[in-house]
T-cell receptor
């Protein structure tokens, strides 16, 4: 079936650098995408979302980019901090309002 | 806003015990809630969609008689793992939405350990 997936399982960055986490999706009919952050032992925390009529959306220190041509989604974190260390999931909102999650990328921030 | 509370956060019990997990939307009403299961170092897998006032919709491969879901009000859904066995040990997470085409907001999960 169609699914959402990630390229990199682990990303290690230096504190203060920018981080980019990538996600590929295969369902061209998807029109809503969400990034979640999950810390150890906790549930996923909403970070930012984007609808398919946009290609870029910015939040506080985070930017999501959507490239519908190649079905690619990315999350950019500016000035990465130790508190950003977590697993990041992209999710695709399907028909019926159900989420399909990617495999996750672990972000490790080195002091 | 959009706070989802899950209780308990951790359960350790003997094999054969039934365990109930509660999911509450604290500051909004949710006609639909979702139950996920997550194994270590893996992604979230949807188990079922809980609909207020009607039967839950289960994903393929999820036993509805094993995982009983009740959504009796607009702010509460419960998942009961009946006659739990060690293979049921996992991290169970619920979520709810404030409206259609809005993001799901998640509880902090329940770590279930069956001895």
């Amino acid at each position: 079936g169609e699914s959402v997936g990630l390229h990199l399982p682990t990303l290690s960055v230096q504190e203060g650098d920018n981080s980019i986490i990538n996600c590929a999706y295969s369902n061209s009919a998807s029109d809503y995408f969400i990034w979640y952050k999950q810390e150890s032992g906790k549930g996923p925390q909403f970070i930012i979302d984007i609808r398919s009529n946009m290609d870029k959306r910015q939040g506080q220190r985070v930017t999501v980019l959507l490239n519908k041509t190649v079905k690619h989604l990315s999350l950019q974190i500016a000035a990465t901090q130790p508190g950003d260390s977590a697993v990041y999931f992209c999710a695709e909102n399907n028909a019926g309002n159900m989420l399909t999650f990617g495999g996750g990328t672990r972000l490790m921030v080195k002091p | 806003g959009a706070v989802v509370s899950q209780h308990p956060s951790r359960v350790i019990c003997k094999s054969g015990t039934s365990v109930k997990i509660e999911c509450r939307s604290l500051d909004f009403q949710a006609t639909t809630m979702f139950w996920y299961r997550q194994f270590p170092k893996q992604s979230l897998m949807l188990m079922a969609t809980s609909n207020e006032g009607s039967k839950a919709t289960y994903e393929q491969g999820v036993e509805k008689d094993k995982f009983l879901i009740n959504h009796a009000s607009l702010t509460l859904s419960t998942l009961t793992v009946t006659s739990a066995h060690p293979e049921d040990s996992s991290f169970y997470i619920c979520s709810a939405k404030t409206g259609s085409n809005q993001p799901q907001h998640f509880g902090d999960g329940t770590r279930l350990s069956i001895l």
